[in-house]
């Protein structure tokens, strides 16, 4: 069975850091897309960041030139760097993996959600 595995989550002041980390694991085939959402309270989740296998990257205007989304094949993972933090950006995150497994096919997996709140 293949789970995605979030950590990284917490509580930053304005102007802040953080670091999320999203491990896929199991028996997997391939990995296609990996990318993280947000969903802030009473909010419509919605799309931060996405990176191809090949390491292309897209971008929410919102988070553009503040957060970056990288991600390491061999350890089937994905990282969403977060710097200059505001208040807007506290939101439970979620990562999402794009993949094939032999007993599947092709799916999309879902994190169960990290909580970053940023205080003012």
């Known amino acids: 069975q293949v789970q995605l595995v979030e950590s990284g989550g917490g509580l930053a002041q304005a102007g802040g850091s953080l670091r999320l980390s999203c491990a896929v694991s199991?028996?997997?085939?391939?990995?296609?897309?990996m990318a993280w959402y947000r969903q802030a309270p009473e909010k419509q989740r919605e799309l931060v960041a996405t990176?191809?296998?090949?390491?292309?990257?897209n971008y929410a205007d919102s988070v553009k030139d503040r957060f970056t989304i990288s991600r390491d094949n061999a350890k089937n993972t994905v990282y969403l760097q977060m710097n200059s933090l505001n208040p807007e950006d506290t939101a439970v995150y979620y990562c999402?993996?794009?993949?094939?497994?032999?007993?599947?096919?092709?799916?999309?997996?879902w994190g169960q959600g990290t909580q970053v709140t940023v205080s003012s």
């Open positions: 999402k993996a794009d993949l094939r497994t032999w007993y599947r096919g092709r799916f999309d997996l």
């Open positions: 199991g028996s997997i085939g391939r990995i296609y897309d």
């Open positions: 990176i191809t296998s090949a390491g292309s990257t």
